[in-house]
């Protein structure tokens, strides 16, 4: 890949706007509701699985699995899946190179962050569960707006890993 299709206006320190990366997510979640059904079913044909909570600690960690693979791949192959493409936007390194394996398992694992710590207080502080949704809401908003404190309006976690969300350029 190269960096020809990154506009060189925006790629060093603008990141695209919050919202068009939001919308992008929304629609990355869309499509793994596709991927995560088929790899599930999969899972339950596999091990036989009759009730839903037999191997239920397997089954996440297989979904976390392929879906960390569905990422790590599309990213480090071209720097796009299907919804990044749509919302023209590109994966790459802080020198906006190519994304290698290792830096994108490290973005996908710090990407948990969006979720995991206020999902973590339900069983930790035997939360309700409006309550635990209404932290979840909280919590994706602050870090959703924690964009603004950085000096690329970057996410804590492309910081964290190394990466970066660049826009393409405009045909």
Not at 21 to 31: D, I, N, Q, S, T
Not at 41 to 64: A, D, E, P, V
Request: net charge positive; hydrophobic share 55%.
């Amino acid at each position: 890949m190269s960096t020809a299709g990154v506009s060189p206006a925006n790629s060093g320190s603008q990141a695209p706007a919050l919202r068009r990366r939001l919308l992008c997510m929304v629609y990355e979640a869309v499509l793994l509701f596709g991927v995560v059904f088929i790899a599930a079913y999969l899972f339950s044909t596999l091990t036989q699985q009759r009730n839903g909570l037999t191997h239920h600690l397997w089954l996440m960690g297989w979904l976390g699995l392929v879906v960390g693979i569905y990422f790590v791949w599309f990213w480090t192959h071209g720097g796009q899946t299907l919804p990044m493409k749509t919302w023209r936007l590109r994966l790459v390194d802080a020198q906006l190179r190519p994304v290698s394996v290792a830096r994108a398992v490290a973005r996908y694992v710090l990407a948990w962050l969006w979720w995991l710590p206020p999902l973590a207080m339900h069983p930790l502080l035997g939360l309700n569960v409006p309550l635990t949704l209404a932290l979840l809401v909280v919590w994706i908003a602050a870090w959703a707006a924690a964009t603004a404190l950085d000096t690329d309006r970057q996410f804590i976690h492309d910081r964290l890993a190394g990466t970066r969300l660049v826009p393409l350029a405009e045909r």
